[in-house]
């Protein structure tokens, strides 16, 4: 092969290649617009949905005693302290994937355990919920009062 061939040849490949990384660039922007877009959408409805639940519990606190309210408040502590340890890990591994240039893809990553973990705790809040209700329906949680309760 001619020294020229091969220089005709590596320009072609350099055009090829120039053309595909445009290809792919313009996918995963519209990949990416696609992605907020749902994201965005999700946030909205998750929003929503916690506004009902915030709601509910409102109610469900009005009707509840104080020991009740205390174990809640040692839950949602508890609950606060591990999603903020969630939070950090998450921001660490979000470093080191700007650092290792693998920050598309650990997003993606992790929106995606994110949506999963936030869709697990919305199947335990509505177990929850339904059990209160079946409780509430069936009579039970309710001791009487003045019969040496805290809430006499």
Known sequence: MKLSDMFSTLAENARTYEKRVAEWQDDLNSRNDEM?????????????????????????????????????QAMQNAWEEQFEKIREKGEEMRAAALKSGHLP????????????????????AANAIAAATEAKSQGQGKAPRGKGTKDA
Do not use: I, P
């Open 36 to 72: 907020l877009a749902s994201a965005r959408k999700w946030q909205e409805t998750a929003l929503q949905r916690q506004d009902e639940m915030n709601r509910q519990f409102r109610g469900y606190f009005e009707e509840a005693g104080e020991n009740v309210r205390n174990q809640w």
């Open 105 to 124: 893809e650990w997003a993606e990553a992790y929106a995606a355990q994110m949506v999963g973990f936030a869709q697990k705790m919305q199947d335990e």
